[in-house]
């Protein structure tokens, strides 16, 4: 240990108790991000404390990262610098939580699926269905804009997060929103720590609208030869006064990553092979309601799917809706746990324009030889997994090729494509936040102000911010 | 105001594209609030371009430039606070372009809200957001004040439904923000423009999400001899999961003004009425009305009407969104106030507004979306009397104090605008506010876009402003 860390160990002890910063390499190691390790983890137990290390943090230009369950670290780009992990997970209070308001204002640290238990108990939920959902923290998941397959019908955070507490990297505690489900006044701070990466701020609490939770939940699965025909009932489902809660689109590939013993770690709800066919796309959308909803349902995506040529279509009873839904929430660390040097591409896109940059991607896999997975959202977002064999650096080279071919064709098809994970070796040779975007000047300049002294994830999001 | 700048407004814009007689600025020092400020010059942009050209002008003259669409705000968002410039985008009305395949359509901001509507309908497609003023204001303005309206708490407000923008900074740079593909990759700026109150840009040009429009609306009236009973209906509703489309309540008072006016059935001996949509699938639609209608019953409603047609729900809805209309005929001035309160807290808040009213002198009417916990309550005074119109403003206050202190919000979807600057340290800290006028004035870093909102001014925040008189007939909420 140097004599600076030491002195900074000291002082972030007198913050939050020497028992809560930790420096020793055993501690340190499951905070690296791409392989760098920080200097100190912090564990504060209070905003307070949080934003006295942040300003602490400022003043000594000690780089910080906010870190919840350490579940997506992975994704991004590495730290420039890191000497601290700021810990949350001890801030995972509900503060409140008014079910007859709709409404939940929790700590950042919180685990998704406590937060879950909580709101089941009152017949409510937040409709988070995020990858790594057992472990993930509620400040992760909005730090890293992940999605879920339940935007089809609720939308994403920015839809339902209320108003925020945070810590600008000056140590300043401020907040923007409210704790009910309509408010317009001040602006949307926070919808700007959404999906931000750490970069302008720490989020310490956060408001949310609830939702009174689906009962009789069904899934309808159809099977498609092609992507084009999988899209084309897809239209059909938007062109219709249906309502799915849930409507993606998977590849061949992913029939075998949802049979794989990753896939029953990652979610362990029991789950029939059978449910999708191997070899061809699937279209799958979850529905709930009564008897006569759920008749209605059953009728009319079954007659949308033969309108489309499905060669197979099904619908999941209730007890096998889970095992289905698990996998499709963790096909991304299913995915990753599969390959030695799994890619994640996300790309959206209109819907209409869908169709055709998967065609791209699965031309160019084809000819490279790369085995490949991808789940869309019907609403145009789409994961695709790149599975390479080995992670050597032809490998990486030949996939800084096929990633640079994509992005240019989502570009073009003026969609945005990004590569939220690949393999720490080979985060240089590519471009993980995508095309450049003019707007990126204005995102400088609130980085600038939220975090003038570049202490807040330096480097981790786009254009080295 | 500099004769020079108005010359070269002319030469940039057409003379015909310039007011500044004070004859014709009369016009434009009032919104629908009870704010008042009169402009120097009002001027008629055709293009982004010419904004671009007016917003140069601005900088070189340092005169001040605010945004305004239909001029229909109800927080002087609109107003030309400290004078100069009003850009006036009714000449910026055409909708560019219309994907019904991707449900998006690219309008520029001038386009009336209910016109964008009735130009997808037949595609089987609107724009949700549907403030009561819709058949006016424009998209610009609902995007600049985050418009809600009876259908937010199902649909969502208006920032749900805006993918990009296009807009003007106050240095005359052109920026483009978001996409309309989802999931644009950075920071949310189009979140963070949605809102700003034109603080930040004059936003040209806007892409929004059109939405589905339902198979089935059932349109429920029910009718009732007690508030608390309404009110108690409400919070079984979403207590039983169900999420209404609407859910619009009216008090006694009101409901009878309403009634004299539009003759929508309103019984004008009950307490209260409450309007309940629900909607989506036949099937969906027809359990959750069944399910409402019981709920209602359960709660002694004294009689519950289904609309059986479109005609039916039109005049109950006429009732609704016409309501301030009516009650213009009762009252020629009145203030509206937004608050917003935990939906539980309704039958603790209409009894306190009722005494406050009663402390002040003031009948006080009640509208408000009742599922959203936000509340229009409505003072009735005489605009020729300026004590009783500063004790109008001093009664809304404490009303807004109130909601406050029940957990709630000065402005659910109205603004704040010129209005409820100085309640704004009710809700934000010093620190809250000093990070919000940073983000201000990283885009708007002169302060000559419209200046003099949202903030409080230096003279602290138990002053009460008074205004020149004001008159409020506009059919607004």
């Keep these: 240990m140097s004599a600076a860390t030491g002195a900074s160990t000291s002082r972030l002890g007198s913050i939050v108790g020497a028992a809560n910063v930790w420096d020793d390499p055993a501690s340190l190691a499951p905070y690296a991000i791409d392989g760098i390790l920080p200097n100190s983890v912090v564990r504060p137990g209070s905003a307070a404390e949080a934003a006295e290390i942040v300003k602490f943090a400022a003043v000594e230009r000690l780089a910080l990262v906010p870190v919840g369950a350490r579940t997506k670290v992975s994704m991004g780009a590495p730290p420039r610098k890191y000497n601290l992990a700021l810990d949350l997970s001890r801030l995972n209070r509900i503060v409140a939580y008014d079910p007859g308001d709709l409404t939940l204002s929790v700590e950042a640290g919180a685990i998704l699926a406590d937060v879950a238990t909580a709101l089941g108990a009152h017949g409510q939920f937040l409709p988070l269905a995020v990858p790594f959902h057992r472990a993930a923290t509620i400040g992760g998941t909005l730090a890293s804009g992940i999605d879920s397959p339940l935007r089809q019908f609720y939308g994403t955070a920015r839809d339902f997060v209320l108003g925020m507490d945070f810590i600008t990297g000056d140590g300043t505690i401020a907040k923007s929103g409210a704790r009910v489900v309509k408010n317009v006044t001040g602006y949307d701070l926070h919808k700007l720590m959404l999906g931000s990466f750490g970069t302008l701020g720490v989020m310490t609490q956060i408001h949310f609208r609830t939702f009174p939770a689906p009962r009789g939940l069904r899934a309808f699965v159809a099977s498609f030869e092609s992507s084009a025909q999988a899209w084309q009932m897809r239209h059909a489902v938007g062109d219709s006064p249906l309502r799915p809660l849930t409507l993606d689109i998977l590849s061949p590939g992913v029939f075998e990553l949802f049979g794989s013993a990753a896939a029953s770690q990652w979610a362990p709800e029991s789950y029939e092979a059978q449910t999708l066919s191997p070899g061809r796309w699937s279209l799958t959308a979850g529905f709930a309601g009564g008897e006569k909803i759920l008749d209605r349902y059953a009728a009319e995506l079954t007659r949308l799917a033969e309108h489309a040529a499905a060669s197979e279509t099904a619908i999941l009873p209730e007890d096998r809706v889970a095992g289905a839904f698990g996998r499709k929430r963790e096909f991304i660390p299913i995915a990753l746990d599969v390959s030695p040097a799994t890619v994640i591409m996300k790309l959206s896109a209109l819907p209409s324009r869908m169709n055709g940059l998967l065609e791209t991607a699965g031309n160019l896999f084809a000819a490279e030889g790369v085995a490949w997975a991808a789940i869309a959202r019907g609403a145009g977002v789409a994961y695709l997994a790149l599975l390479p064999k080995e992670a050597s650096v032809q490998a990486g080279e030949t996939f800084s090729r096929l990633t640079a071919q994509i992005i240019d064709a989502t570009a073009a098809a003026e969609g945005n494509a990004t590569i939220p994970w690949c393999p720490s070796a080979w985060k240089k040779g590519i471009r993980i936040w995508g095309a450049d975007r003019a707007e990126f000047e204005q995102m400088k300049k609130l980085k600038a102000f939220f975090d003038p002294g570049g202490v807040m994830s330096p480097g981790r999001f786009v254009g080295g911010i | ?477």
């Design chain 2, 1 to 477: 105001m500099d004769s020079r700048l108005i010359h070269e407004l002319q030469k940039l814009l057409g003379s015909n594209a310039v007011l500044h007689k004070p004859e014709d600025l009369v016009l434009y020092e009032y919104d629908g609030s009870v704010e008042v400020a009169r402009p120097n010059c009002v001027v008629f942009p055709k293009s982004t371009a010419e904004v671009v050209g007016i917003v140069r002008l601005a900088n070189r003259f340092e005169t001040p430039i605010v945004g305004r669409g239909a001029g229909t705000g109800l927080s002087g968002g609109a107003l030309a606070r400290k004078g100069g410039i009003l850009v006036v985008f009714s000449k910026m009305n055409r909708i560019l372009e219309i994907d019904a395949a991707n449900q998006r359509a690219r309008v520029q901001p001038g386009v009336v809200n209910s016109d964008l509507s009735a130009a997808v309908a037949s595609l089987g497609l609107h724009f949700a957001p549907d403030p009561s003023s819709q058949k006016a204001c424009t998209i610009g303005g609902n995007v600049s004040e985050n418009s809600g309206g009876p259908h937010t708490l199902a649909y969502g407000v208006t920032a749900n439904h805006v993918l990009a923008l296009k807009a003007v900074l106050p240095s005359g740079e052109i920026v483009s923000l978001g996409s309309s593909a989802l999931d644009p990759v950075g920071y949310d700026l189009t979140g963070l423009f949605v809102g700003s109150e034109g603080t930040f840009a004059l936003i040209t040009e806007i892409t929004v999400k059109l939405t589905r429009l339902p198979e089935v609306v059932k349109t429920l009236l029910a009718i009732y001899d007690a508030v608390d009973d309404a009110t108690e209906t409400v919070a079984e509703i979403t207590g039983r999961g169900i999420t209404p489309a609407a859910c619009e309540m009216l008090d006694g008072w009101t409901l009878r003004a309403v009634e004299e006016y539009v003759h929508a059935g309103f019984p004008t001996d009950s307490a209260a009425v409450l309007l309940i949509e629900v909607d989506g699938l036949r099937e969906t639609a027809e359990a959750a009305a069944a399910e409402v209608a019981d709920v209602c019953h359960q709660h002694r409603a004294r009689e519950v009407r289904v609309a059986r047609d479109a005609a039916e729900r039109d005049l109950l809805w006429k009732g609704r969104k016409n309501a301030f209309g009516a009650i213009g005929r009762v009252s020629t001035t009145y203030y509206v106030q937004d608050g917003v309160i935990p939906r539980t807290k309704l039958p603790a808040t209409l009894r306190r507004i009722a005494e406050i009213g009663r402390k002040n002198g003031f009948e006080i009417g009640n509208i408000f979306h009742a599922a959203d916990g936000n509340l229009h309550p409505i003072i009735l005074f005489d605009a020729r009397d300026e004590l009783q119109f500063r004790r109008a403003v001093a009664t809304a206050d404490e009303i807004i104090a109130f909601c406050i202190e029940m957990g709630g919000s000065i402005t659910g979807e109205h603004g704040v605008g010129m209005e409820k600057d100085r309640l704004m340290p009710l809700l934000f800290t010093e620190a809250d506010l000093r990070v919000m006028r940073g983000v201000r004035d990283i885009f708007n870093p002169h302060g000559l876009l419209n200046p003099a909102k949202i903030f409080p001014s230096g003279k602290g925040c138990g002053e009460i402003h008074v205004n020149p008189l004001p008159v409020t007939t506009a059919t607004l909420a």
